[in-house]
């Protein structure tokens, strides 16, 4: 009778075959949470990218929609729930000038309000690549020239001494926009606020050519007994 039940042996292919289950589980588990984790890792990604260039655009629409080829334009007063751009500020200025360096180098030039002021520059997609504020500048006035890399690279084998009295910036993007903002201390100084920012002048240049220097042997120098 003892041959035939061999109850040691039945209970060692038991827990065999339970073994192999709980393996084959425990893997198959591990590589759906593997596949899991990367799909989620892409879907993260693409929204992360998708996301800002679809709110950009429409910012870049709103843009091209109200400001003027040339020249600068007055953004409308802002008001909770009828912005032209998230986030401005009911008691800021805002002022637009769109620039197409294709066209040639672009400057803006203007008085600096007496309160506080800032200028940042915005590519086509909204990325900001520049700003700066009235803590910056060192005279009444600012005067900015944008170039891209090929005008930045000319400007720099002509000029190799600048005026420092102007900001050069480098673009990386061809088209974009400048945004200034100048802040409105009390409501009784609203119009000389936007006159200020109204008399920004924004355009496209052609910069002079550079003074050539002299060339040949220099001149005697005249005799002091003469």
Same mark, same amino acid.
């Given at each position: 009778?003892?041959?035939?039940?061999?109850?040691?042996?039945?209970?060692?292919?038991?827990?065999?075959?339970? =073994?192999?289950?709980?393996? @084959?589980?425990?893997?198959?588990? %591990?590589?759906? *949470?593997?596949?899991?984790? /990367?799909?989620?890792?892409? /879907?993260?990604?693409?929204?992360?990218?998708?996301?800002?260039?679809?709110?950009?655009?429409?910012?870049?629409?709103?843009?091209?929609? &109200?400001?003027?080829?040339?020249?600068? !334009?007055?953004?409308?007063?802002?008001?909770?729930?009828?912005? @032209?751009?998230?986030?401005?500020?009911?008691? /800021?200025?805002?002022? @637009? $000038?769109?620039?197409?360096?294709?066209?040639?180098?672009?400057?803006? +030039? *203007?008085?600096? #309000?007496?309160?506080?002021?800032?200028?940042?520059?915005?590519?086509?997609?909204?990325?900001?690549?520049?700003?700066?504020?009235?803590? *910056?500048? +060192?005279?009444?006035?600012? =005067?900015?020239?944008?170039?891209? *890399?090929?005008?930045?690279?000319?400007?720099?084998?002509?000029?190799?001494?600048?005026?420092?009295?102007?900001? !050069?910036?480098?673009?990386?993007?061809? !088209?974009?926009? %400048?945004? &200034?903002?100048?802040?409105?201390?009390?409501?009784?100084?609203?119009?000389? /606020?936007?006159?200020?920012?109204? %008399?920004?002048? $924004?355009? +496209?240049?052609?910069?002079?050519?550079?003074? %050539?220097?002299?060339?040949?042997?220099?001149?005697?120098? #005249?005799?002091?007994?003469?």
């Amino acid at each position: 009778m003892s041959d035939h039940i061999q109850p040691i042996r039945g209970a060692t292919v038991w827990r065999g075959e339970r =073994d192999r289950w709980f393996s @084959v589980d425990i893997g198959r588990t %591990a590589w759906l *949470a593997a596949i899991t984790l /990367v799909l989620a890792a892409i /879907v993260h990604l693409s929204t992360i990218l998708v996301i800002p260039h679809f709110a950009t655009r429409d910012a870049w629409s709103r843009i091209v929609a &109200i400001a003027e080829p040339v020249g600068i !334009t007055l953004l409308p007063r802002a008001k909770p729930g009828d912005e @032209v751009l998230p986030g401005l500020d009911p008691a /800021v200025v805002y002022g @637009v $000038c769109m620039f197409d360096l294709d066209e040639g180098p672009f400057a803006i +030039t *203007a008085p600096m #309000p007496g309160d506080y002021w800032s200028v940042s520059f915005h590519t086509r997609d909204g990325v900001i690549f520049y700003a700066v504020n009235d803590e *910056a500048a +060192t005279s009444k006035r600012f =005067d900015i020239e944008i170039r891209d *890399a090929r005008q930045m690279r000319q400007f720099r084998l002509e000029y190799p001494e600048p005026d420092e009295s102007i900001l !050069t910036i480098e673009s990386p993007s061809a !088209t974009g926009f %400048a945004l &200034i903002r100048a802040l409105v201390a009390a409501p009784s100084m609203r119009p000389r /606020v936007e006159a200020a920012v109204a %008399a920004t002048v $924004c355009e +496209t240049f052609i910069p002079p050519p550079p003074v %050539a220097e002299p060339v040949g042997p220099p001149l005697p120098r #005249p005799s002091p007994l003469r």
